[in-house]
């Protein structure tokens, strides 16, 4: 059982392109939602983050737009860098819990 | 500096084979954990733990054993490895600063079971 899904998959965009990455989830008790990136190799590594209270967190070019009513939050990574290509999770935490439940990631590719 | 580390870093073992996955952490984080990453899964839950001599359930711990020995050692076990174990393991260690966690990744293991 899938409790955080990704869409697309994977996603190619121009250099200088936005890519937007979805995520959606189905547990009303999720209050905290990062991102993690990982390149091939590596572990993930946390990219930014956002509350429930906030429906918007932006760190440069890494915005997060969240919509707790539907239950749904994408990240927009503007003028994208081929340097930015990497798999990106999004990953949720219950109110109770100790532990994050991770979507099934996207693998974006930039390309010049 | 690496704050998390795994070894071995690659493994090959035969079904019916025991194996040992070790994770150490100098970040003086009190949890840590134990993920598989799968293409079409993402990140699994395996076990985790917050504390010395403590062990929680995750979301896919059939077939797994673990054993949190110091604050920064943590061990995964195959005790009776299957090739659907083969997969890429993930150590992670978090504090909860705040009450909002940030989980910081190892380099992983590849593990194959043939």
């Known amino acids: 059982q899938q409790q955080v899904r990704q869409s697309p998959q994977s996603l190619t965009v121009w250099e200088g392109e936005t890519a937007i990455l979805n995520c959606s989830y189905e547990?009303?008790?999720?209050?905290?939602f990062p991102w993690y990136q990982q390149f091939p190799g590596e572990g993930p590594a946390l990219l930014i983050s956002?509350?429930?209270?906030?429906d918007k967190k932006e760190d440069g070019r890494f915005t997060i737009f969240f919509n707790k009513r539907e239950k749904k939050l994408s990240l927009h990574i503007t003028d994208s860098q081929p340097g930015d290509s990497a798999t990106y999770f999004c990953?949720?935490?219950?109110?109770?819990?100790?532990?994050?439940?991770f979507g099934q990631g996207t693998i974006l590719k930039v390309y010049l | 500096e690496a704050a998390v580390t795994q070894s071995p870093r690659n493994k090959v073992t035969v079904t019916g084979g025991n194996v040992t996955l070790s994770c150490r952490q100098t970040?003086?984080?009190?949890?840590m954990y134990w993920y598989r990453q799968d293409t079409g899964h993402g990140l699994r839950l395996i076990h985790y733990?917050?504390?010395?001599?403590?062990?929680q359930i995750g979301d896919v711990p059939d077939g797994y054993k673990a054993t949190r020995t110091t604050q920064e050692d943590f061990f995964l076990l195959l005790e009776l490895a299957s090739p659907s174990q083969t997969s890429l393991y993930f150590c992670?260690?978090?504090?909860?600063?705040?009450?909002?966690?940030?989980?910081?990744f190892g380099p992983g293991t590849r593990l194959t079971v043939l």
């Open positions: 992670a260690s978090s504090d909860w600063v705040g009450g909002y966690p940030e989980q910081f």
């Open positions: 547990d009303s008790t999720f209050n905290y």
């Open positions: 956002i509350r429930s209270v906030s």
């Open positions: 990953a949720a935490r219950t109110s109770s819990g100790q532990k994050l439940v």
């Open positions: 970040n003086s984080h009190n949890y």
């Open positions: 733990s917050y504390g010395a001599g403590n062990l």
